[in-house]
């Protein structure tokens, strides 16, 4: 379970932060709708870890909190990885910050732990909620599988 979280996790880690620093070169990290990409980016690498995860180990296809917690170990190193590159960018660039906080009706509180404390939460939120409705999903898919393989014979 370790090296899968943590292949899965560094991958979304990377992934997270190469598709920021794309998009602020392209002068489109303010645009708020791209986060969408990075919840494809988030679920897609969720999924993948599952699937690594329950072929390794078929016998936990019924339990879907082991599922979930593969999901959440993984996507904990990669959000957490990218909350810490966040705070250090942002403490970095002040012109960044200082646009988020103009951005924002609450901008006099945002500093780069704050703002990175948002991204946290979110992460969190979209690794739990994620990693369940995937887990159900590879679960369903699989035991479909097994049970086409068991027809067949």
Do not use: C
């Amino acid at each position: 379970m370790k090296k899968i979280a943590i292949k899965y996790g560094a991958l979304m880690f990377a992934g997270f932060t190469v598709f920021f620093l794309a998009m602020h070169l392209l002068g489109q990290s303010q645009n708020y709708n791209l986060r969408i990409f990075n919840g494809i980016i988030h679920i897609g690498l969720i999924a993948l870890a599952i699937r690594e995860y329950r072929k390794a180990n078929p016998e936990t296809l019924a339990n879907y909190v082991s599922g979930v917690a593969m999901g959440m170990y993984a996507s904990l190193i990669g959000v957490v990885g990218f909350v810490i590159f966040m705070v250090l960018y942002l403490a970095g660039d002040t012109e960044f910050l200082a646009h988020i906080q103009a951005s924002v009706p609450i901008g006099e509180y945002i500093t780069p732990i704050t703002a990175s404390l948002f991204i946290l939460v979110e992460g969190v939120a979209v690794s739990l909620i994620g990693s369940y409705i995937v887990t159900r999903i590879i679960d369903m898919n699989m035991a479909g599988d097994e049970a086409w393989e068991r027809y067949r014979r």
